[in-house]
């Protein structure tokens, strides 16, 4: 059986498209009882930019629990230089995210960071969860409306109820998925994802294009299904330009409109996404 890392992008993304495993996850990590958890629904992952030259903000899952609280869950593989920097600006950019021009403050709700690295972050402690939130010297919190949880997965356990979570995630064996749920019933779900995403050969889908997937009409054929999800990228891919602010010419949506080839379809995408105007996505993907 081949083994599928779910440090993988898209075998993280695929282990969190289940709601039971959403909802186990983070009654483990927030200390939040199972029944309070009402909902965990899956929105979209791209924050809007405000301004022409804002950076585009794209989340590894965007969530909103029980309809008022959002949540951003990410894993981080590789080492980054500015990490705390970039979660703040996240953090920052999803809380203000719903706020339009004219409308009240008292629309902003509350928001919580969880970032799963698969690095030593934090060299001073050997605490491997640590939560942040906006408090002043004495430890008088300001408000909850920001939080923030690091989860380092190479420090040594510590009899946490988060251990089960961060040995699925270091798993290199089906053995050890499968050890996990004989000790642990709330991981069953969890465990019953892993096994299922081992035998599969191919888990590279995009992630709009596997969410577009989950809601397109499971009972048609194939090749309906194909069209239909090279539409949906064409579509994300006009509207991540035309929030550029930049003119964005029949004749570019036209050609993107037609293009039905989904690798090509990807890498525009993610062009898109990186651009600063119509026009460097033009030169990028020679249009």
Request: proline share 1%; with cysteine.
């Amino acid at each position: 059986m081949e083994k599928i890392s779910l440090k993988a992008d898209y075998a993280f993304k695929e282990l969190f498209a289940h709601e039971k495993v959403r909802k186990q996850f983070l009654s483990d990590v927030l200390g939040i009882p199972l029944g309070q958890i009402k909902s965990v629904r899956i929105v979209n992952p791209f924050l809007r930019r405000t301004f022409k030259r804002q950076k585009q903000g794209i989340m590894d899952i965007a969530l909103v629990l029980n309809d008022n609280v959002k949540i951003d869950i990410e894993m981080q593989v590789h080492r980054q230089k500015h990490y705390t920097k970039r979660k703040l600006y996240y953090l920052a950019r999803m809380y203000t995210d719903d706020l339009m021009i004219g409308e009240r403050y008292r629309k902003l709700r509350r928001c919580i960071s969880i970032s799963l690295v698969d690095f030593e972050l934090f060299s001073d402690t050997v605490e491997y969860h640590s939560v942040y939130r906006l408090r002043n010297e004495a430890g008088n919190e300001l408000t909850d409306l920001w939080e923030v949880h690091i989860i380092e997965l190479g420090k040594t356990l510590q009899g946490s109820v988060v251990d089960d979570w961060i040995r699925l995630l270091n798993a290199t064996s089906q053995e050890e998925v499968e050890m996990i749920a004989v000790k642990n019933e709330g991981m069953r779900e969890a465990v019953e994802v892993v096994r299922q995403m081992g035998l599969i050969r191919t888990l590279r889908w995009m992630y709009d294009d596997y969410w577009r997937a989950r809601r397109d009409r499971w009972d048609e054929d194939e090749y309906v299904r194909d069209e239909g999800r090279a539409e949906g990228k064409a579509e994300s891919i006009i509207h991540l330009l035309q929030n550029i602010n930049d003119a964005l010419s029949q004749e570019l949506i036209q050609k993107i409109r037609g293009q039905k080839d989904e690798e090509i379809l990807n890498r525009w995408l993610l062009s898109a996404a990186k651009a600063e105007s119509v026009e460097q996505f033009r030169k990028q993907e020679n249009l």
